[in-house]
């Protein structure tokens, strides 16, 4: 059979290229993502299968694990909708507005990427406990940050603020002020033009940036259990609950919580890429 | 004079007060405040800290894993890159998007898998016993646990910049007679080097930094398997406060140095990073 009789029968995996080392780095990368990640995520899944689906749905509804995941969906998706507003504010001032120390307060917004979990999670802790330089202005409204629900929504809106600000703000700094003169000569006040022509088009941009910053905060370990308190039914967090299974040796309960955890996590990353395909459709905006 | 194009001086100086105090709040405060705290009762306890042998283990262990997992990361990150970017091929989205996975994943999953895997009770635990190989409550299952949440770092660099360079200029060193090996080292590297360096820079930090991940497979012991995180949370619940803080701040100085570093690549080399970063 010639080559090219060969190859119009074989189903085409890939187009011809002139470039070697496809077969090499292809065959490296596949199997080493499969034995680092994708083997050891089907582990965990066939793990919780061992129970069964209703002996997941057991785990998963007994009243301490149903409060914790309540408490980690909830607070991380307070924590995204204030970072919806904040992030939003902090890239109009860093993009738009000019003043000291702009340069460095932008290079300071990657600092929950960089910082370790655990020390943002002392530091955040001694920071707003009672006796800590911000707790401390709360106490005479008798308000308690540190270890309680409260404590988790700092740390979370800490964790998840950079991801909103970073994808809000390059769509910005793209933003055609032509469009904004069009709408400005056509007698719009500016707070028209900015409600309705200039925050529109940053709808795609911010839905992203919430849902990841939402996805971050469900799995955030290191800076809650700090600053939390750690009272279960009050203020334990799911990822917390998978712990304490496991030092309890209940390997199949902390991989059906992994699993529920997982599984409300995709879902809710899809729902939002629905949001945004809709949103790109009425915005017309990438 | 109201201009039709912005807004507003009391509107502005609001929105700016408004965005300022809220990244106080949030970032800067809390970063001096890990310094603060380490200093707190001035320099001679602060630096006692770094005298304690478990102290100075745990940043040898930091090292140690930091420096196994970033090259193997690195080697598939050039990998993935070179096969995604350069190629034509079924199921390339796919692929992309598993390799974004483990940034979905809670850290305390990604340990979770590995005790699943090679735990006592775990899948392969009894042939683990056979070998007197342990993985889990020991250095290799920190080492596998860091790689697992540092994987996508450096290949989610590479993949949109050598996408958008293309195949020409390696067609072109290949049709010169360059061997496949050289046209990789002499034409593709130098033109990724910048953003290579800066995933390397961001991969580096979360290893040394990793908390959540590490902490489920490494059963904290003291001098053998803490590394500088958790050695963090064991001095804290001790209530030794100015040791806690004072590991702390080796931590956020390597954070400040991460940034300060990254600053200056996207300042200098913005144009050949990729355009949109999402971490």
Redesign the interface.
């Known amino acids: 059979m010639s080559d090219a009789a060969l190859s119009g029968w074989l189903p085409?995996?890939?187009?011809p290229?002139?470039?070697?080392?496809?077969g090499?780095?292809?065959g490296?990368?596949?199997s080493?993502?499969s034995l680092?990640?994708?083997i050891?995520?089907a582990?965990?899944v066939a793990?919780a299968g061992t129970l069964g689906l209703d002996g997941i749905w057991r785990v998963a509804t007994t009243p301490r694990v149903l409060a914790a995941l309540e408490v980690s969906f909830f607070i991380s998706a307070a924590a995204a909708l204030v970072n919806a507003v904040?992030g939003v504010?902090?890239a109009?001032?860093?993009v738009?507005?000019e003043?000291p120390?702009k340069r460095l307060?932008d290079?300071?917004?990657?600092?929950?990427?960089?910082?370790?979990?655990?020390?943002?999670g002392?530091?955040?802790a001694?920071?707003y406990a009672e006796n800590?330089?911000?707790g401390g202005l709360f106490v005479p409204f008798g308000i308690k940050i540190a270890f309680t629900p409260l404590g988790i929504l700092?740390a979370l809106?800490?964790i998840g603020?950079?991801?909103v600000v970073?994808?809000v703000q390059?769509v910005l700094q793209d933003f055609d002020?032509e469009v904004?003169?069009a709408s400005?000569t056509l007698g719009a006040?500016?707070r028209q033009?900015?409600f309705r022509v200039v925050l529109p088009s940053l709808t795609p941009a911010l839905l992203?940036g919430v849902a990841?910053a939402f996805?971050?905060a469900?799995?955030?370990?290191?800076s809650v259990i700090?600053i939390a308190g750690n009272m279960p039914f009050v203020s334990e967090i799911a990822?917390?609950l998978?712990?304490t299974k496991?030092e309890e040796?209940d390997?199949a309960g902390?991989?059906a919580i992994?699993t529920v955890?997982?599984a409300i996590?995709?879902l809710a990353?899809l729902a939002i890429n629905g949001l945004q395909a809709f949103s790109r459709r009425r915005f017309g905006h990438a | 004079m109201r201009s039709a194009l912005s807004e507003g001086r009391a509107v502005r100086w609001t929105l700016i007060a408004l965005g300022v105090g809220f990244l106080a709040l949030f970032l800067v405060i809390p970063l001096l405040a890990v310094f603060s705290e380490a200093l707190r009762r001035g320099m001679e306890p602060f630096l006692a800290a770094f005298d304690e042998p478990d102290t100075q283990s745990a940043i040898g262990l930091t090292l140690l894993v930091a420096a196994i997992a970033v090259p193997l990361n690195l080697v598939f990150g050039v990998a993935a890159a070179w096969a995604v970017a350069k190629f034509e091929f079924r199921g390339k989205s796919i692929l992309v998007s598993l390799i974004d996975l483990p940034f979905s994943v809670s850290p305390v999953v990604a340990g979770l898998v590995y005790v699943l895997l090679f735990g006592a009770k775990g899948l392969l635990g009894p042939l683990m016993d056979d070998w007197q190989f342990k993985i889990i409550f020991a250095v290799p299952g920190i080492v596998l646990a860091t790689i697992f949440v540092t994987f996508p770092f450096i290949a989610r660099e590479l993949i949109p910049l050598m996408q958008e360079q293309g195949t020409a200029e390696e067609e072109a060193a290949l049709t010169l007679g360059a061997s496949g090996w050289r046209t990789f080292l002499t034409v593709t590297l130098p033109n990724v080097r910048w953003a290579l360096l800066y995933g390397v820079l961001l991969c580096n930090a979360r290893a040394m930094g990793e908390f959540g991940a590490v902490s489920v497979v490494s059963g904290h012991i003291r001098g053998l398997t803490n590394t500088m995180p958790l050695h963090v949370e064991i001095l804290y619940n001790e209530y030794n406060f100015v040791a806690a803080f004072a590991v702390a701040s080796l931590l956020a100085g390597l954070a400040l140095v991460t940034l300060g570093a990254k600053s200056v690549l996207e300042w200098r080399y913005g144009d050949g990073l990729a355009r949109i970063h999402r971490h």
């Open positions: 085409r995996v890939r187009k290229s002139a470039l070697p080392g496809f090499l780095t292809l490296f990368a596949v080493y993502l680092i990640v994708l050891p995520l582990v965990l793990r904040f504010i902090v109009w001032v860093l738009r507005y003043f120390g307060l290079a300071a917004v990657d600092l929950p990427f960089a910082l370790p979990t655990a020390v943002a002392i530091a955040l001694a920071l800590g330089w911000i700092v809106i800490f603020l950079p991801f970073r994808t390059p002020r904004e003169e400005a006040t500016r033009t900015v992203t990841l996805a971050r469900v799995g955030e370990y290191g700090f990822p917390l998978i712990v496991l040796f390997y902390a991989a992994a955890m997982l996590s995709f990353l």
